[in-house]
């Protein structure tokens, strides 16, 4: 059996775009299910899935990640991977629908569950917004803040994969451009409206960003937590072909987790977290050398292939999306993201 994916609630759970995506399984919050219910319920997928990767969101309750650790401690399952991801609600919601979709492919539990990082960055995650004054999850300035008191006044925010903000003015819905960057490779957009208008949306930055198609679904309960206003419309642009999605995570070089023997890609097992490389070992091994420790790169014996010379690499620049490396994720390292200011 495939793989279950889970997520935090039911508004999360896209519906599937064909009839072979498995549906996702919803872990209810403490208040809406008693442990005992849930214990069965999750050993039940656990027994019937084999493995179950769960992922939620930094606006989820507090009490509701507890929940899912303690459901993984009692059931004492290394099967069971639990993944935050700094992903809008939205964004979120559509990563795991590809999961979902991935999930039907050759890849291990291990591989799939570490897909979720690497395709997180290529999913383009935003917001139109009423106001930014309480909005934390993206870095901003002063001034952007500031803008937020003029009556009337609406902001196009893009949160992944890099930070940007745009204030627009009353003739938005009639602009040719939406004024965010535009994703270099096909999508569709999925959005959702709460109290703001989501015509800007569905109309200007769907025709801006040329997307393959656009569909709306509620907005997740989440939302209003994860953007600091209920004056919201969500929007999450991601790859729909589930090919380019299999040869984006069949290029990346894969190895075994030294703990738990799962498969993985990137620089730590999903499952048992532990990194694929021992701290210190490098520097370890410059000592013992007499010099500086260097990875060895190219298709030399030990050496490693690099991403550019697969086969799936050059379809992915074809599509154009660029090749991953074979140690990890695409993108601006953790830590490196500076403020934005409105335009």
Sequence with gaps: MPTAIAVTSADLALPATDRQTPAAVVVRPPHAQPLDEALNELGAVLEHHGHLVALYSTACPPDHVRRLHTLRAVLESDRFAILPTDLPPLGLAVLAQQLRQLSLCDFSPGLLACAARLLAHYVHAGALLGSVARLDKVPMDLRSHLLSWVPGAHFAVLANPEPHL???????????????????????????????????????????WQVQGAYEVPLPAESAAWWGTHKAAEFAAAIPDLSVLYQLVASVRREECRWCGLELIGDRCAFCCAPTAVPGAAADAGHRTGGTARPRTGNGPGGAPEASATPASSLLRRRGLAPVSPGGVPGPEPGRRTAVRAR
Aim: proline fraction near 5%.
């Design 166 to 208: 745009v204030r627009l003015d009353r003739h938005a819905e009639r602009a040719a451009e939406a004024g965010l960057p535009a994703p270099g490779f096909a999508t569709r957009l999925v959005w959702a409206r709460g109290q703001v208008s989501g015509e800007w949306v569905g109309g200007v930055l769907a025709r801006s």
